[in-house]
Each structure stands twice: as C-alpha cells, then as structure tokens.
C-alpha cells in the first residue's frame, strides 16, 4: 500500500546557506502515529512547518493521500491541505470560550451541524463540563485537549503536533500522553509528533525517526533504535550506553578487554580493524562469583534499580542497572558479567 504521507529529498534552508533540513525522506502508512525524535535545533519543527504549508521547500516533494502539497513547482496554502495542528502553546484564543475555540475551524458547517461536531469532540475529549469556561479557567492539560479538539473538529486527514506535552509536568505528560495515543488509534488517526523527549516518543508512536542536523539517521521501531542503532549518533542519543575498543578477528569476534563479543554483523568484521563496542547499562550485570572486577565510582538511586557508573582496572567507565537491593558504596569493587543479545559495534578509523 501506498504512504499516506510520504517526503521525498526534502530540502530547505532560511537564510540560503544553512539546510535545516537536507534530502529527508520519510513515510507514514494510514493509521500510523509517526514522531521525529531529535535535540532542539535539529529542523523537526520546521519539517512539521514544511508538511503543514507554513514555509515553501522548492527541493523534493511532499505528498498526503496521493496528492502533491508542494514541489519545485507546486504549493498547495496550509488552509487547503487538509491537516491538523496542535501548537506547543496550544495557541488557543483566550476571548472565546472552549467549545467557541473547538468550533473556530469549522464555522463553515451550518449552525446545528457545527454544534453537534463540538459536542462530539467535547465528549472525545473529556471536556463537556468546561465547555463555557475560558482558556485561562482550566489547567494545562485541559487546554491541550481543547486544543487537539479543535484540531480534529474539522475531520483532517492528518494530524500534525509540535512538542505537544512540553509544557505540562512530567506525571500529566505521561498520563496524558498515552490518553492520546489510544484517542488517535481510536479514530485511525495518522499523525506525527516532534519531541525531544525519547520515552515520550517510545510509549505514543509506532514508528520514531531520529533525526540529527536536518537529516533522518534512523527509522524504526524503538525497540531496534534501541538495541539495534544504525550510526553512532542513534546510539549516542537512544538510551544510556559506553562505546569500549576492541579488535576483529578472523572469525568475526571482536576481543575486548571485558571479553570477545560476537556482533549480529560479524560477517562484516574485519582482522585487525579497530572497532567500538556498544554496551548498555543492561548488558553489565553484577555477579560476586566474576573474576572481572570494576570500581563504584558514581551511583544514582532509581528505586526498583540503581545505575552504577564503573571504572575498569584499565581506567575505562561502564554503565550497570542493578536491582537496588545490591547497594554497594563508593570505591568498592564489585564482580560484574557481560550479559548481552544484540552486541552492536562501529569502526573505527584507526587500525592495529
């Protein structure tokens, strides 16, 4: 089947010298909760801006349901593209009250009609009761469900959101997160959200793009962003992780001085060749029966678990998870074990 939303070799820039974004392509089936996950400055905003027709991209083209919204040579206005928007400030009109905001995208329906389309979304939403109260009257995430409402109302084929859940406190970011993730799947509502924020981006979307100075390094699911990155800047960004040195052997085995590893690419590992190896936090587990011992140099207390920051003897620093009820202090030496499924590594540029 064809993408709902597909973006070819899209390219723009504001000043006519620095790409904010460059060559990105990307694809978004029917149904699917898409987001592009990146550090601010990255162009994830201006992608959303470029998709909803608020600035031109003259190179590559964007195409919804299998209609060209711009090219080198088309551009199709934002009012006539069919989508929704839901602003990081909710931008909600603070003189009209919530259900006059729900209803301002949608004053050409006849009044009945524009009424019952409000009620509706206020009962989608949750929000029947505030519905003759101001903006100011409620909290911060009863404006956001305004503000989705009155991006749905007008039935968009797609739904575009620009950090939507920064504003709000962590607990209701969470809540409200998932509240609208099962809203959109509820309607078969394809959409993409931008955030910087990568557990907010794994529990709401089915698909994340990481992207990184105006291109797409990877997209997927965030189980394989997190245990299989394609380049080192996903590994970097997704999760927690140290990249440790080995060397390649005529088998596909890379020694290091934690042990050899086996990466899922061994075929392509070469003798000789100097490589850096990805371990998380989970891949180093704690084990009093090891010989191999590592120093507590740093600890931080999650509750369940405590992440312990450790030196080797060689001076290298590893990351564990471990259960919290191995509490151990600071400068002791504790046996730990590599436990690892997907073993990931990078070249590196330098050889033995």
């Given at each position: 089947?064809?993408?709902?939303?597909?973006?070819?070799?899209?390219?723009?820039?504001?000043?006519?010298?620095?790409?904010?974004?460059h060559?990105?392509?990307?694809?978004i089936?029917?149904g699917?909760?898409?987001c592009?996950?990146?550090?601010?400055?990255c162009?994830?905003?201006?992608?959303?801006?470029?998709i909803?027709g608020?600035?031109?991209?003259?190179i590559g083209?964007?195409?919804?349901?299998?209609?060209?919204?711009?090219?080198?040579?088309h551009?199709v206005?934002?009012?006539?593209?069919?989508?929704?928007y839901?602003f990081?400030?909710f931008?909600?009109f603070?003189?009209?009250?919530?259900?006059?905001?729900?209803?301002?995208?949608?004053?050409?329906?006849?009044?009945?009609?524009?009424k019952?389309?409000?009620?509706?979304l206020?009962?989608?939403?949750?929000?029947q009761?505030?519905?003759?109260?101001?903006?100011?009257?409620?909290?911060?995430?009863?404006?956001?469900?305004?503000a989705?409402?009155?991006?749905?109302?007008p039935?968009?084929?797609?739904?575009?959101?620009?950090?939507?859940?920064?504003?709000?406190?962590?607990?209701?970011?969470?809540?409200?997160?998932?509240?609208?993730?099962?809203?959109?799947k509820?309607l078969?509502?394809?959409?993409?959200?931008?955030?910087?924020d990568?557990?907010?981006?794994?529990?709401?979307a089915?698909?994340?793009?990481?992207?990184?100075?105006?291109?797409i390094?990877?997209?997927?699911?965030?189980?394989?962003?997190?245990?299989?990155?394609?380049?080192?800047?996903?590994?970097?960004?997704?999760?927690?992780g140290?990249?440790?040195?080995?060397?390649?052997t005529e088998?596909?085995?890379?020694?290091?001085?934690?042990?050899?590893?086996?990466?899922?690419?061994a075929?392509?590992?070469m003798?000789?060749?100097q490589?850096?190896?990805l371990?998380?936090?989970?891949?180093i587990?704690?084990?009093?029966?090891?010989?191999?011992?590592?120093?507590?140099?740093n600890?931080?207390?999650?509750?369940?678990?405590?992440?312990?920051?450790l030196?080797l003897?060689s001076?290298?620093?590893?990351?564990?998870?471990?259960?919290?009820?191995?509490?151990?202090?600071?400068g002791?030496?504790?046996?730990i074990?590599?436990?690892?499924?997907?073993?990931?590594?990078?070249s590196?540029v330098?050889k033995?």
């Amino acid at each position: 089947m064809s993408p709902l939303l597909s973006l070819a070799n899209l390219s723009f820039e504001y000043d006519g010298q620095n790409h904010v974004c460059h060559q990105l392509n990307l694809d978004i089936a029917q149904g699917e909760i898409a987001c592009l996950l990146g550090p601010s400055g990255c162009g994830k905003t201006t992608v959303l801006r470029l998709i909803a027709g608020f600035e031109h991209a003259k190179i590559g083209t964007i195409v919804l349901n299998g209609r060209t919204l711009a090219s080198s040579t088309h551009f199709v206005p934002p009012e006539q593209r069919g989508i929704g928007y839901v602003f990081q400030d909710f931008a909600l009109f603070p003189h009209l009250r919530c259900d006059q905001n729900i209803a301002f995208g949608i004053r050409a329906l006849e009044k009945t009609a524009r009424k019952r389309r409000v009620e509706e979304l206020l009962n989608l939403v949750g929000m029947q009761k505030e519905a003759t109260r101001y903006p100011h009257e409620i909290s911060g995430g009863q404006r956001q469900r305004i503000a989705l409402a009155r991006a749905l109302a007008p039935r968009p084929t797609l739904l575009l959101l620009d950090e939507p859940f920064s504003n709000l406190d962590v607990d209701l970011r969470s809540q409200l997160g998932l509240e609208v993730r099962a809203l959109l799947k509820s309607l078969n509502m394809t959409a993409l959200f931008v955030t910087h924020d990568q557990q907010e981006a794994f529990a709401i979307a089915d698909t994340v793009s990481v992207m990184n100075a105006g291109t797409i390094e990877q997209s997927d699911s965030a189980y394989n962003l997190y245990h299989n990155p394609a380049t080192r800047f996903v590994a970097d960004f997704i999760g927690q992780g140290v990249l440790i040195a080995g060397r390649g052997t005529e088998n596909g085995i890379i020694e290091t001085e934690i042990g050899p590893m086996k990466p899922h690419t061994a075929a392509r590992i070469m003798p000789n060749q100097q490589y850096d190896v990805l371990l998380r936090p989970d891949d180093i587990q704690h084990d009093d029966q090891s010989s191999e011992t590592a120093q507590v140099i740093n600890k931080a207390f999650r509750g369940a678990d405590i992440l312990y920051t450790l030196r080797l003897k060689s001076g290298t620093e590893l990351l564990s998870l471990v259960p919290s009820h191995h509490n151990h202090d600071l400068g002791q030496w504790i046996g730990i074990r590599t436990e690892i499924d997907h073993v990931v590594a990078f070249s590196s540029v330098r050889k033995t």
